[in-house]
């Protein structure tokens, strides 16, 4: 039986705007603290435009307390208003508790670090960039030899294929298998590992098609053949728990290799 969890949907990537390459030299960061009420958020958006201000990235904490974080990038290219001098018209309203310039370095990046910790719901989460991905997935097998980092990867990850049944487990109880891929496939999307696009539920095998798998995306400009044993160890983790029994997971496709996507059979005994 194959189960697709969406015809074509369409897709636009999240962002997380807390570190930003400048691009230009007129780009600034504010961090912008406010009392927060949706007419406030209105108005403080409203001299942005009023002021011909070009608006690079915005993001914005939970309220917390009734305070509200908002981190800007702004490009000051257009604006006939001096940047101290909009400073001042912000900082002028009542609502706006507190405002300062975000940090820079080496003229290059922009980042806030009052943006932290990062959740995603109720979670707290971290995230990996391309230098720490690389460093996981490609400098492990340099430092410890192809066996040896397929190994520790796929053991990682079946930890925690492990540690994800748990947590739906402790949360839903009782669940069908189409249940749980589902679960996957919203925990895998949201983090920004991929998205599972179908499975195929056949006697004794399983087949999963994730789009978009970041661990395979770290082999986009390299020559060699892409090996997804995190997310291997992870399927493996998470379905051993299920069926209650030792399962071979493989990945016999692969979109870094002209596929549509990856592709990973499960096969039961």
């Known amino acids: 039986m194959g189960v697709s969890f969406d015809k074509e949907i369409e897709t636009l990537p999240a962002e997380i705007h807390n570190f930003i390459k400048k691009r230009y030299t007129t780009q600034v960061g504010l961090n912008i603290f406010i009392e927060y009420s949706i007419d406030n958020l209105r108005d403080l958006l409203?001299?942005?435009?009023?002021?011909?201000?070009?608006?690079?990235?915005?993001?914005?904490?939970?309220?917390?307390?009734?305070?509200?974080?908002?981190?800007?990038?702004?490009?000051?290219?257009?604006?006939p208003t001096p940047l101290e001098e909009l400073i001042s018209i912000i900082n002028d309203k009542d609502y706006v508790l507190k405002i300062t310039r975000a940090d820079e370095f080496l003229d290059k990046f922009i980042?806030?670090?009052?943006?932290?910790?990062?959740?995603?719901?109720?979670?707290?989460?971290?995230?990996?960039g391309p230098p720490m991905m690389e460093g996981l997935i490609i400098s492990s097998r340099e430092l410890l030899g192809d066996a040896a980092s397929a190994n520790?990867?796929?053991?990682?990850?079946?930890?925690?294929?492990?540690?994800?049944?748990?947590?739906?487990?402790s949360n839903v109880g009782k669940w069908d298998l189409e249940s749980g891929m589902r679960f996957l496939d919203a925990v895998f999307s949201s983090y920004g590992w991929g998205r599972i696009k179908r499975y195929i539920d056949q006697e004794n095998k399983l087949t999963i098609h994730v789009e978009n798998l970041w661990e395979c995306e770290v082999y986009k400009k390299r020559a060699e053949e892409p090996k997804a044993n995190l997310f291997?160890?992870?399927?493996?983790?998470?379905?051993?728990?299920?069926y209650n029994k030792r399962l071979i997971?493989?990945?016999?496709?692969?979109?870094?290799?002209?596929?549509?996507?990856c592709i990973f059979?499960?096969?039961i005994p």
Do not use: N
Request: hydrophobic share 45%.
């Open 46 to 79: 409203d001299i942005l435009i009023s002021k011909q201000v070009g608006i690079s990235h915005l993001d914005w904490t939970k309220v917390v307390d009734g305070r509200l974080l908002i981190f800007v990038v702004i490009d000051m290219v257009k604006s």
């Open 111 to 128: 980042y806030s670090r009052h943006l932290f910790p990062i959740f995603i719901g109720d979670d707290r989460v971290v995230a990996m």
């Open 152 to 169: 520790l990867l796929y053991h990682i990850g079946y930890a925690m294929g492990r540690s994800l049944y748990e947590y739906l487990k």
């Open 232 to 242: 291997e160890g992870c399927l493996a983790g998470f379905l051993e728990q299920f």
């Open 249 to 261: 997971v493989r990945h016999t496709g692969c979109a870094s290799c002209g596929d549509d996507y």
């Open 265 to 267: 059979e499960i096969t």
